[in-house]
């Protein structure tokens, strides 16, 4: 028997050594993946252990944080209001938006600002604290911006156009993330999309703010002498299309700044269409042959470069996905659109982010300022590493020379001009305004405003969108001006 | 004689110091679970701790005095899963841990019961139709009284004053002994005689009637019971005493047709052979369901990793009957695969000496005896843990000596304590001669 029992002592063996072996296939082999499937409740569990780190504005005022709960698990407060597009919701059920999902690595300490101190944390099992996320937004000016808006759909973006740090993002109708859980279907199924940032998500057509593109174009291929009046009273025909010059009915005879100030869209439809020319012919009465009549492709090419520098129909790089808009849609160009492109309307479409960077590129000198939200990652011991975005510049979009002229244009504006709802005592502010035909025929157009101030060393730049509204003037231009003069108060680089 | 012995008393110091480690164990385990909740640890895990100690140390000190030659590893051994189990179950059902230790306790008491009381080995085997029927009338007798206290769909335990226990658990060792005297009655007749049919060599099978009948019945009830778990270890435990017993692969082979023939009946039969299949297939497709234990049992495994989560920090709850059947789950989560591989090296260990004592005991009772107790140990944790680890179908039976339980504690006691017997057998009756 003692063979036998040699034997069977053998198969036991065998049948261990299979197990052994299958210990070390689950455990080690398929470790990661087994973990990765959606049937592992500890990626939930960590997350709820998990003392998530807090979002600050650049003062350090509280944005969202964690309360403990009496039943030991910790909720989501969101203690300061209309920040929700933003800073974003945190939700188990349904995700993370905004700063709470962009940074959620940080924030939930799966990465942290100190990996040292994460490592031995993590050996001694202590619970993991997640880094705060520092914005640079000022809850101050955002408050200003949700009370500018009054509860009208729209958006405000209010940025520092040298360091193109986001001081204020407003988007209105908006909601409350600490109720993402409970008004879940309700905020989904809002006509009204109370979910979307408007300021980055939504693309509106930018009415006569875009003269500012199109100005910046015909100036940096010094194509019109800023200074040289030139009659301008005639509706001219384009197509089926008639451009008056009902915007300045008291004054005839006008420089390109006066038209530009007073938003004149039949001088900025014929410079759109001339775009591709050596000189722009701007005064009286054109009849065939016209002057752009073979030029038309170069005109719409030079529209459409210029308009791309500005980041318009391009992905601007941002912390957050920001919609690239359009400067015309998949059709070919005619004459009638390229004119109606050039004074703003068209098949035009941008963000009020993107707009409110081309208000900071004239402030800056010519430069796209990098946009960027937030600031750095804290870790709970003190250090920190910085979240910003490392180019500063996101190119020279026009020469210095041609940003000067147009700053004097959109000074302009607000001292004589439409944009006069601007104008602020003891500080030179720079700004254009935009009414926007959009939506069906008929109805009331969206007010904008884009600007800046103070013009000589502008501290910072806006944008507001008041969706069907009215015209710029009456509100999204002194709207504009609350905001930036709370910002001028508050805000020091 | 030597001077420091007293009457046949030999120190065996071996075994008192392996014995320090699993009171280490236990008591490195409960102090690192209360530090974990931010406590520091109670009296109550040290008077755990000292019940354990003067346990172990009151069956070490029968065995100096009474079997002084039986073997030093297998209580050592043993004691390790069962310290492990006592930490297990004081991490995973706090409100358990006292009941787990009280049964260990009273297990304690049935080995050393099973030592005082038992007057020689061969007694067992004088009495093997007693222990036959006895199994019967166990496992019978849950048709009858059977109930089912944790409504797992089985009437598998019997119950008197609010304690319940498994009667198969029992049946096991009764069934061992049984065929240890039989087998060994009628070994030679089954290894060399046979029944010419043409070219084929058939088994004298008048012989093996009895032994066929026996487990039959067994093996009937059990599968009546659906405790598939149990018929899987019952026939296994057969085949490894058959083979011992005869060494022809015959009936290995037979019987392994026979099992499969069996098991093709169960599974057109019972929906629940089927549904174990087909989980054991693919559990993540039925991951919330059928497969969920099997699944979350996998996923505790992969959490664990290499060195585990470490003692309270997994999350080995989410396996059902963790600390029953899918032990080997939380400890290959919080201990990872450097404990679930140690607990497997406890019971290769377990095996290895169990046929040591069979093979060195010198009597053929004795030898079949130790072989089918330790077949049980081995076969019984190979069942277990191959259905928790997807290698085969999963049923339901307790990891030996580490699983929550009365009488599978209980039972393995005694069935510790039989063999500590019979490796003490030789030297005994060299003395006696």
């Not at chain 1, 210990?23 to 993946?33: A, H, I, K």
């Not at chain 1, 993002?169 to 905020?187: K, L, V």
């Not at chain 1, 002057?291 to 005109?299: D, E, F, I, T, Y």
């Not at chain 2, 797992?152 to 061992?176: C, D, T």
């Given at each position: 028997m003692q063979r036998n029992l040699a034997r069977l002592e053998l198969v036991l063996l065998a049948g261990f050594v299979v197990v052994a072996l299958a210990?070390?296939?689950?455990?080690?082999?398929?470790?990661?993946?087994l973990l990765a499937r959606p049937t592992n409740p500890r990626i939930a569990e960590e997350a709820r252990r998990v003392v998530r780190g807090k979002i600050l504005d650049r003062t350090g005022k509280v944005l969202a944080e964690n309360v403990p709960q009496p039943d030991g698990a910790s909720e989501r407060t969101y203690p300061t209001g209309g920040l929700a597009h933003i800073v974003g919701y945190h939700s188990e059920r349904y995700g993370n938006s905004g700063i709470e999902a962009k940074y959620d690595d940080y924030l939930s300490g799966t990465r942290s600002a100190d990996p040292v101190d994460r490592t031995i944390s993590a050996l001694l099992h202590r619970p993991t604290v997640g880094s705060d996320v520092v914005l640079t937004l000022d809850a101050r000016i955002q408050q200003a911006a949700v009370d500018a808006l009054g509860g009208n759909p729209g958006a405000v973006v209010v940025l520092d156009p040298v360091s193109?740090?986001?001081?204020?993002?407003?988007?209105?109708?908006?909601?409350?993330?600490?109720?993402?859980?409970?008004?879940?279907?309700?905020?989904?199924?809002?006509?009204?999309?109370?979910?979307?940032?408007?300021?980055i998500q939504s693309t509106y057509t930018p009415g006569s703010?875009?003269?500012?593109?199109?100005?910046?174009?015909?100036?940096?291929?010094?194509?019109?002498?800023?200074?040289?009046?030139?009659?301008?009273?005639?509706?001219?025909?384009?197509?089926?299309?008639?451009?008056?010059?009902?915007?300045?009915?008291?004054?005839?005879?006008?420089?390109?700044?006066?038209?530009?100030?007073?938003?004149?869209?039949?001088?900025?439809?014929?410079?759109?269409?001339?775009?591709?020319?050596?000189?722009?012919?701007?005064?009286?009465?054109?009849?065939?042959?016209?002057?752009?009549?073979?030029?038309?492709?170069?005109?719409?090419?030079?529209l459409e470069e210029y308009a791309g520098r500005f980041w318009i129909g391009k992905s601007l790089p941002f912390d957050l996905p920001v919609e690239p808009g359009q400067v015309k849609g998949g059709g070919e160009w005619y004459p009638s659109l390229l004119a109606q492109t050039a004074f703003g309307q068209g098949?035009?479409?941008?963000?009020?982010?993107?707009?409110?960077?081309?208000?900071?590129?004239?402030?800056?000198?010519?430069?796209?300022?990098?946009?960027?939200?937030?600031?750095?990652?804290?870790?709970?011991?003190?250090?920190?590493?910085?979240?910003?975005?490392?180019?500063?510049?996101?190119?020279?979009?026009?020469?210095?020379?041609?940003?000067?002229?147009?700053?004097?244009?959109?000074?302009?504006?607000?001292?004589?001009?439409?944009?006069?709802?601007?104008?602020?005592?003891?500080?030179?502010?720079?700004?254009?305004?935009?009414?926007?035909?959009?939506?069906?025929?008929?109805?009331?157009?969206?007010?904008?405003?884009?600007?800046?101030?103070?013009?000589?060393?502008?501290?910072?730049?806006?944008?507001?969108?008041?969706?069907?509204?009215?015209?710029?003037?009456?509100?999204?231009?002194?709207?504009?001006?609350?905001?930036?003069?709370?910002?001028?108060e508050v805000y020091q680089r | 004689m030597r001077p420091w012995s007293i009457g046949g008393a030999r120190p065996r110091w071996l075994e008192l110091a392996l014995l320090a480690c699993p009171i280490l164990l236990l008591a490195i385990g409960l102090t690192t679970i209360e530090l974990s909740s931010g406590e520091a640890p109670g009296s109550s895990d040290q008077a755990l701790v000292a019940a354990l100690a003067s346990a172990l140390f009151a069956v070490h000190c029968w065995l100096t005095l009474r079997y002084p030659h039986a073997d030093q590893v297998v209580l050592p051994t043993a004691s390790m899963l069962a310290a492990l189990s006592m930490v297990m179950v004081a991490r995973l059902e706090?409100?358990?841990?006292?009941?787990?230790?009280?049964?260990?306790?009273?297990?304690?008491?049935?080995?050393?019961?099973?030592?005082?009381?038992?007057?020689?080995?061969?007694?067992?085997?004088?009495y093997r139709y007693t222990w036959a029927a006895l199994g019967l009338a166990l496992v019978l007798s849950t048709f009858v009284f059977g109930v089912?206290?944790?409504?797992?769909?089985?009437?598998?335990?019997?119950?008197?004053?609010?304690?319940?226990?498994?009667?198969?658990?029992?049946?096991?060792?009764?069934?061992?002994?049984f065929f240890a005297a039989y087998l060994d009655d009628y070994r030679e007749l089954l290894t060399l005689s046979s029944v010419r049919v043409g070219p084929i060599s058939l088994p004298p099978l008048p012989y093996l009637t009895p032994l066929l009948f026996m487990l039959a019945i067994a093996l009937g009830t059990v599968v009546m019971q659906r405790d598939l778990g149990a018929a899987l270890l019952l026939f296994g435990l057969f085949l490894a005493m058959l083979f011992v017993a005869t060494g022809r692969v015959l009936y290995v082979v037979g019987s392994l047709a026979i099992f499969v023939l069996g098991a093709d009946l169960l599974y057109r039969l019972f929906s629940v052979v089927k549904i174990r299949v087909?989980?054991?297939?693919?559990?993540?497709?039925?991951?919330?369901?059928?497969?969920?234990?099997?699944?979350?049992?996998?996923?505790?495994?992969?959490?664990?990793?290499?060195?585990?989560?470490?003692?309270?920090?997994?999350?080995?709850?989410?396996?059902?009957?963790?600390?029953?059947?899918?032990?080997?789950?939380?400890?290959?989560?919080?201990?990872?695969?450097?404990?679930?591989?140690?607990?497997?090296?406890?019971?290769?260990?377990?095996?290895?000496r169990?046929?040591?004592?069979?093979?060195?005991?010198?009597?053929?009772?004795?030898?079949?005896?130790?072989?089918?107790?330790?077949?049980?140990?081995?076969?019984?944790?190979?069942?277990?843990?191959?259905?928790?680890?997807?290698?085969?179908?999963?049923?339901?039976?307790?990891?030996?000596?580490?699983?929550?339980?009365?009488?599978?504690?209980?039972?393995?006691?005694v069935l510790l304590g039989l063999l500590l017997a019979v490796s003490a057998e030789p030297r005994r009756r060299d003395d006696a001669a």
């Open positions: 210990l070390g296939y689950w455990q080690f082999y398929r470790q990661d993946e193109g740090a986001v001081l204020a993002m407003a988007s209105a109708p908006t909601f409350d993330p600490g109720q993402i859980d409970e008004r879940w279907n309700a905020m989904v199924n809002d006509p009204a999309n109370p979910l979307v940032n408007r300021a703010t875009f003269k500012v593109i199109t100005a910046a174009a015909a100036l940096d291929l010094n194509l019109v002498d800023p200074g040289a009046k030139f009659r301008c009273v005639d509706p001219i025909r384009i197509d089926n299309l008639q451009v008056d010059c009902r915007n300045h009915s008291h004054l005839p005879t006008v420089d390109f700044r006066e038209a530009f100030a007073w938003s004149c869209n039949r001088t900025f439809a014929l410079t759109g269409l001339e775009l591709g020319t050596e000189r722009l012919a701007l005064a009286d009465v054109l009849r065939p042959p016209f002057p752009w009549q073979n030029q038309l492709g170069r005109s719409a090419q030079r098949e035009l479409a941008a963000t009020p982010l993107q707009m409110a960077l081309a208000a900071a590129a004239i402030a800056n000198g010519g430069a796209v300022p990098a946009p960027y939200v937030a600031g750095e990652a804290r870790a709970a011991g003190g250090a920190t590493t910085s979240l910003n975005h490392p180019a500063g510049t996101l190119g020279q979009a026009i020469s210095a020379k041609t940003a000067q002229t147009i700053n004097e244009m959109m000074v302009l504006s607000v001292d004589t001009a439409w944009a006069k709802p601007a104008a602020m005592a003891g500080v030179k502010v720079g700004g254009k305004t935009g009414t926007a035909e959009a939506g069906a025929e008929g109805s009331t157009p969206h007010s904008w405003f884009i600007g800046y101030a103070p013009a000589e060393q502008p501290r910072v730049a806006i944008a507001v969108i008041m969706e069907h509204k009215g015209s710029g003037t009456d509100f999204a231009t002194p709207a504009a001006k609350t905001i930036m003069q709370r910002a001028l | 706090p409100s358990l841990a006292l009941r787990q230790a009280m049964w260990i306790g009273v297990g304690s008491v049935a080995l050393l019961a099973t030592l005082v009381i038992l007057p020689s080995v061969s007694w067992l085997r004088q089912d206290p944790n409504g797992s769909g089985a009437r598998l335990w019997l119950g008197f004053g609010g304690v319940y226990f498994q009667p198969s658990e029992i049946l096991k060792i009764l069934l061992v002994v087909e989980t054991w297939q693919d559990p993540w497709a039925t991951a919330s369901t059928t497969g969920y234990q099997l699944v979350q049992g996998l996923t505790a495994l992969a959490a664990g990793g290499l060195i585990g989560a470490g003692l309270t920090y997994g999350y080995p709850t989410y396996v059902p009957a963790v600390h029953t059947d899918f032990m080997i789950a939380a400890i290959g989560e919080e201990l990872g695969l450097a404990g679930s591989l140690a607990v497997v090296g406890l019971y290769v260990v377990l095996v290895h169990g046929l040591r004592i069979a093979m060195v005991t010198g009597d053929s009772f004795a030898t079949l005896l130790a072989a089918g107790l330790t077949s049980v140990v081995g076969i019984q944790a190979l069942v277990i843990l191959g259905g928790t680890l997807k290698l085969i179908p999963l049923t339901g039976v307790t990891l030996p000596l580490l699983s929550y339980g009365g009488s599978s504690v209980l039972a393995n006691y």
